[in-house]
């Protein structure tokens, strides 16, 4: 996680992983990436909202999420700026920008300018970064 910024959420490495499965913990620990087409949220569109794995902070709306073929799950925005910290991430030969939980420093996916209007941003986020709340 960012070594300049101190979260509110503060948890131990062993904390993280008793708290966490093991691809969940990969995911929002190590900053990997679940395979396409394979996480239990990318055809998921039931009404709710998706909260952070780490710390439970919400994050995306339903009313959000869109199909964006890519096999991830994808919003067009989070629930407001605030709950999302966006971190320049220059793996893999290429920059982009890594989006993580501003609360616990959880990495979530990524965001990128090819979403639909009005934001123009697609969010694509692991399913293993989050949890699916329904309304009550």
């Not at 708290?19 to 969940?24: G, S, V």
């Not at 996480?39 to 998706?50: N, Q």
């Not at 999302?84 to 993580?100: C, F, N, Q, S």
Request: net charge neutral.
């Amino acid at each position: 996680m960012s070594a300049d910024k101190t979260y509110k959420v503060q948890k131990s490495d062993a904390e993280w992983r008793a708290a966490l499965d093991p691809m969940q913990y990969r995911v929002a620990r190590n900053a990997a990436t679940e395979p396409p087409f394979t996480g239990k949220y990318w055809d998921h569109f039931k009404a709710g909202r998706y909260n952070c794995v780490g710390c439970g902070t919400p994050l995306f709306a339903s009313d959000t999420k869109f199909d964006a073929g890519c096999g991830w799950p994808s919003y067009s925005q989070p629930i407001n700026a605030e709950v999302i910290e966006r971190v320049v991430d220059k793996t893999l030969g290429m920059v982009r920008v890594e989006v993580r939980c501003n609360n616990c420093g959880s990495h979530l996916g990524h965001v990128f300018e090819d979403g639909p209007k009005p934001t123009g941003e697609r969010f694509c986020i692991n399913s293993a970064a989050i949890n699916f709340e329904s309304p009550r």
